[in-house]
């Protein structure tokens, strides 16, 4: 079962945090985020490392971020390093940093 967790603009939070299933943050983390799909808000902020099979930027982010897909909207802004299989930067990201996309692995 998945289910979808909502983090509200008015959160502040200090640490790492994990989460299964569809996460849509809004507020600010300083810290590790491990989860399997993050939709960072225009409202949110994250200063730390992520690592989801499926990430979506579209508020500030400072840090890494490890994924299968990742989507940097028009209204994100990043600053660090990406590794993925999958990168797609919409017209008016700010991005500022490392992008890498690495294959599938052949079974």
């Known amino acids: 079962m ?3 967790t909502e983090i509200l ?3 502040r939070r200090q640490g790492d945090w994990k989460s299964e299933g569809i ?3 809004g ?4 810290g590790d985020l491990t989860v399997d799909v993050l939709i960072l808000k225009g409202t949110g ?3 730390g490392n992520v ?4 990430v979506t930027v579209e508020g500030q982010l400072n840090g890494t971020i490890a994924a299968i897909d990742v989507v940097l909207a028009s209204t994100a802004t990043f600053k660090g390093e990406i590794v993925a299989e999958s990168i797609r ?3 008016g990201a700010i991005v500022e940093g490392d ?3 690495v294959g599938k692995k052949q079974g």
């Open 2 to 4: 998945r289910f979808t």
């Open 9 to 11: 603009q008015l959160v």
């Open 23 to 25: 996460v849509e943050f």
């Open 27 to 30: 507020g600010a983390i300083i």
């Open 45 to 47: 902020t994250i200063e």
């Open 51 to 54: 690592r989801a099979r499926s």
């Open 89 to 91: 930067i919409d017209f």
């Open 99 to 101: 992008l890498h996309t």
